[in-house]
């Protein structure tokens, strides 16, 4: 039927005055409902009053449209309004605390937009001579440096444009290392920990490796033992995250490496929770072989929703030469993008191909490094010193009411399990929703798969001590009312949000991503 493809977007009246979602127009004080473009544009109705052109004759032929577009129209002030609506709907970093755990939602400076908007920057393309370009590149080697400088690495490779993009560039490379040894048919295996982000296993499994998982500790880590005894001739490489997805930082990271190295594998690290080392460790001086960074966490920039993302790779002196293309090359004063296999054979490099089709995510390139240089290095130092204390102060405040899943010091996320909701009725999904009453984004749950009901709230070190103290209170008034039975905060909540509980399993199994005029 026509309209059971429609999504509910029309203002729910139920009726029922005790219910707050029964106002006449299905707003909630000043915050206003918005239907889909479709429902209220109209077709013929356009923003903009030009004159028809005349003597015009289309050059189209048989491709000219036969009929009307049918693309909604709405006035200049219906567009702003359904714009700035929709924005109004939209949680960020900008709206207040995002405690999402993996994903280091930070505040992202002002000045590294006001950088990035710069016309020299933000008005140039990748197809440009190179000439025309210069202070653009000269961006690039600074930001390679300053990588280099943060992570021990021999080369970054900059194209990759996610962290799982960045995998990906990684494990390539290691593919292509392993196959110049002529081992591409005997090493087919990666070792992949239970708590890895499922980027790593989908990674692997891309490249055409079969993944063997590898069993945490009780204490939440990768042991040492359990990785050598998973190590035979038929190991690629190892897909480590450190901090790990508990985090935890991972204590036998060396022992581990060296087993790897001995074993003839390489040590792929899963660089998305650098936030918690930057400045303090060198992951390259711990054995790694290769690792992305996500600029985007780390470094700030907007993210979520997919975009924009950057996941450079810091390549170890065993794997530099199979950097992707285009990579920069300098002579003298000039930089110039090696671009063909032929010239990167040339001067000895075996890349593993191209990832993207230009250099990369230039933009993020022009954030990141204004992060960098405002903050310099102590101040990225004590970037993760504070993100550290930060979580370990939510830990030490919350630990008391909800269980924490590992007792000991966390790194910048603390993880907390479902034990202390037994026999509640409240479950760690109830939990999250009722944050969201509460105005808060729920911390990232049910990950790491290795903790029952898990709870992984990161707080970045831009949070105050006045912004973590009422989020802990919240999290706390929470906790007594779970703890007290009063479950009707939780079950079915969010209950004051423009849409209370979705059925997020059948949104997932069955979602309906077309819109249909209604019959
Ligand atoms: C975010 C994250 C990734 C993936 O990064 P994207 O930029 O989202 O592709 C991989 N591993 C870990 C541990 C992460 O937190």
Known sequence: MLNDQGRPTAPVRNGDDSDTRGTFTGNRALAQEEALIFEIGRVGTTGVDIEEPTAFAPRLGGLARQDGIGLPGLSEPEAVRHYVRLSQQNYGIDTGLFPLGSCTMKHNPRLNEALARLPGFADIHPLQPLSTVQGALALFDELSRWLRELTGAEAIALPPKAGAHGEFCGMAAIKAAIAARGEAATRTVVLVPDSAHGTNPATAALLGFSV???????????????????????????????????????????????????AGAFFYCDGANFNAIMGKVRPMDLGVDAMHLNLHKTFSTPHGGGGPGAGPVALSGRLAAFAPLPYLKQDGETFTLVEDEASAREAGAAPLGRLTAFHGQAGVFVRALAFMLSHGADGLRQASEDAVLNANYIRASLGNLMSVAFDRPTMHEVLFDDAWLKGTGVTTLDFAKALIDEGYHPMTVYFPLVVHGAMLVEPTESESKASLDLFIATLRDLAHSALAGETERFTGAPHYAPRSRLDETRAARQPVLRWAPPP
């Open 212 to 262: 063997r998982p590898v069993p945490a500790r009780a204490d939440g880590t990768v042991d040492a033992a359990a990785v050598a005894a998973a190590l035979g001739p038929d190991v690629a490489a190892i897909m480590l995250t450190n901090p790990n997805t508990c985090g935890l930082f991972e204590r036998d990271v060396r022992a581990i490496a060296h087993a790897v190295h001995e």
